[in-house]
Structure formats: structure tokens, C-alpha cells
T-cell receptor, first 114, second 111 residues
């Protein structure tokens, strides 16, 4: 009964490949996010969705495409992977946006691009 | 760019001592949040403090906010080995729906 679950937890792939990370939350939250944490532990927001609508789209290469089939799911698809995409990607959710309260994070998906 | 910077970057103390971490930010905020991240895990929310609040407590945690200095501190009293983790402050700016994280403090509690 994990609140925010991400799959896969680990992903090792070659440059140029396309990969997806899935995220599901069972908390009934309206808003979901993708964050990227680099090797220096810096966390940066990539996207947020509210009720399947894109709210925040940071300066992220268009090789990254989020998809929200319903408000409980926010998947991240990455095309033409590059070495610099290696990082830990965190999905998060909350009710109504960060002004309203805490974010609940998944355990992260560690992507390694060789 | 990061909104918040945390000080110190790393802190090692003996079990039982108090740990204080500081966070400075640049622009006016709606609220400030503290999170803990254990190694290899996701972030866990600790406390949220709003811009009109000055202090909040939760168990052994005490958070202060000084909006005139654009700074916050997190105090963990009577530290335990299980408190070993990275601690991040994060801010939500007015007119902005983003939660922006600071650089983090790596806390090590020595048994």
C-alpha cells in the first residue's frame, strides 16, 4: 500500500535509447510532479500536473515528455538518452499544489546512461 | 538555480547532542518546508512553516523562520543515530506553484 510508487527503481541503458519511468499515487491527490536529483544531490523540478493538465514545464529538453493518463498516474518518457540524463528521478504528489502543503515522494528511479 | 542555500553542507555530531541547520533564500515566500532524505531513499516531509509564522515544533524538531533575514533554521534536539540523513529546505514563492529545494545539509550522528 505504498503511497507514491515508481517503477523501475533502477534503469541502466545505452546512449540513444528511449526509456520510460512510471509513477502512480494512491493518495487521491490532484497534483503530481517529477523532480531530478543529480550526483551532487541538487533537486530540480521538471514538471507538474494538476488533474492531468500540465502546470509547470521547466527548462527541460523536449526529449523529456510527461504523460498523465489520469490524475493518479504521471509517467516520464525520455527519448534519445544522453550521458547527462543519468540521475535519480523522483515522482511526488500532493493535494492542490505546494502552496497547500507537503509533497509525498516516491523512492526514486536511478537512471544510468552508459 | 537553487532558491535556498543551506549551511553547513555537512555536520557531524555525537548522539544526544543538538543539531542546527540553516537555510537562506532569496525571494519572498508563501511557505518554507523541511524534508529529510535517507541514503538511497525518497524525501520525507518534516515541517511546513508559513510566511506569517515564526516558529513551529514537531516532536524533537523545531523550525524557525525570519522573513526579514530570509532565513530559516531546523533544530533537532537529543539527536539519535537514526537522524543520520540529508536535510533539505524548500520554498514556495508568492505567485509561483513551484517547490524549490535548497542545497541540503548532510547530517551524521556518531553513536
Amino acid at each position: 500500500d505504498t503511497a507514491v510508487s515508481q517503477t523501475p527503481k533502477y534503469l541502466v541503458t545505452q546512449m540513444g535509447n528511449d526509456k520510460s519511468i512510471k509513477c502512480e499515487q494512491n493518495l487521491g491527490h490532484d497534483t503530481m510532479y517529477w523532480y531530478k536529483q543529480d550526483s551532487k544531490k541538487f533537486l530540480k523540478i521538471m514538471f507538474s500536473y494538476n488533474n492531468k493538465e500540465l502546470i509547470i514545464n521547466e527548462t527541460v529538453p523536449n526529449r523529456f515528455s510527461p504523460k498523465s493518463p489520469d490524475k493518479a498516474h504521471l509517467n516520464l518518457h525520455i527519448n534519445s538518452l544522453e550521458l547527462g540524463d543519468s540521475a535519480v528521478y523522483f515522482c511526488a504528489s500532493n493535494i492542490g499544489g505546494p502552496n497547500t502543503g507537503e509533497l509525498f515522494f516516491g523512492e526514486g528511479s536511478r537512471l544510468t546512461v552508459l | 538555480s537553487q532558491q535556498g542555500e543551506e549551511d553547513p553542507q555537512a555536520l557531524s555530531i555525537q548522539e544526544g547532542e543538538n543539531a542546527t541547520m540553516n537555510c537562506s533564500y532569496k525571494t519572498s515566500i508563501n511557505n518554507l518546508q523541511w524534508y529529510r532524505q535517507n541514503s538511497g531513499r525518497g524525501l520525507v516531509h518534516l515541517i511546513l512553516i508559513r510566511s506569517n509564522e515564526r516558529e513551529k515544533h514537531s516532536g524533537r524538531l523545531r523550525v524557525t523562520l525570519d522573513t526579514s533575514k530570509k532565513s530559516s533554521s531546523l533544530l533537532i534536539t537529543a539527536s539519535r543515530a537514526a537522524d543520520t540523513a540529508s536535510y533539505f529546505c524548500a520554498t514556495v514563492n508568492f505567485g509561483n506553484e513551484k517547490l524549490t529545494f535548497g542545497t541540503g545539509t548532510r547530517l551524521t550522528i556518531i553513536p
